[in-house]
């Protein structure tokens, strides 16, 4: 059994927004700021377990791991 929840994080370029997956507890949402998703999420996780997730019940806190990634991209003065 998890024992923990993992939260996957992306940049989408195309819409300028942070992207926040997690298939523990089955959530998906977007902020312009990592700040603000990581708030959001923690929000949405807190009100998933109280309405009917008993998975967590007995631990005082649940760990929930946030794995970022973004990509950029550095032009290389030596390719012509």
Do not use: C
Request: charged share 35%; aromatic share 8%.
């Amino acid at each position: 059994m998890n024992r923990s929840i993992i939260v996957k994080v992306d940049w989408d370029e195309e819409a300028k927004v942070w992207v926040a997956i997690s298939d523990d507890i089955g959530i998906a949402t977007e902020a312009d700021t990592q700040e603000a998703l990581e708030k959001k999420v923690l929000g949405m996780i807190r009100e998933l377990l109280e309405l009917e997730d008993e998975t967590y019940s007995d631990l005082p806190e649940i760990p929930v791991h946030f794995f970022a990634q973004k990509l950029d991209r550095v032009r290389n003065p030596h390719f012509r």
